[in-house]
């Protein structure tokens, strides 16, 4: 029980701040923590869990702030801890980089490229 209250005490800490930095009303805040916590106790993933706490709490004011440096730092830290966390990186980028392009565009972008890709190779054949 301890292993997983650590844990779950620094998401909630790193939530709480979250929330009082976008000054969030309560009934929203039930709804972003309900993923956060589902995903936490109940399928145990307190990785995935540790490190979306992390970008929602420390990771997002960062970037906000223009604390580059500092981002790429905890954003390489995460990845130690969960390898899917060097998706991070790509709102900072899609930020330097000065493009309009939102993270889903992105991911859309990426899926037409691949089932292009598997329509050229049926082809082929």
């Not at 976008?22 to 307190?46: D, E, N």
């Not at 995460?78 to 790509?90: D, K, Q, T, Y």
């Amino acid at each position: 029980a301890f292993f997983i209250a650590c844990p779950a005490v620094f998401q909630m800490l790193c939530f709480a701040r979250f929330c009082k930095y976008f000054k969030i009303a309560t009934p929203l805040v039930l709804v972003l923590a309900y993923p956060t916590l589902y995903m936490t106790y109940f399928t145990s993933a307190i990785r995935q869990g540790i490190v979306a706490a992390v970008y929602l709490g420390i990771l997002i004011p960062m970037l906000l702030e223009k604390k580059y440096k500092s981002y790429v730092f905890v954003t390489v830290l995460c990845s130690l801890i969960h390898s899917a966390s060097i998706v991070f990186i790509f709102p900072m980028v899609l930020k330097k980089i000065g493009k309009s392009v939102t993270l889903f565009k992105l991911f859309r972008i990426l899926y037409m490229n691949k089932k292009i890709g598997k329509e050229n190779e049926r082809q082929k054949r």
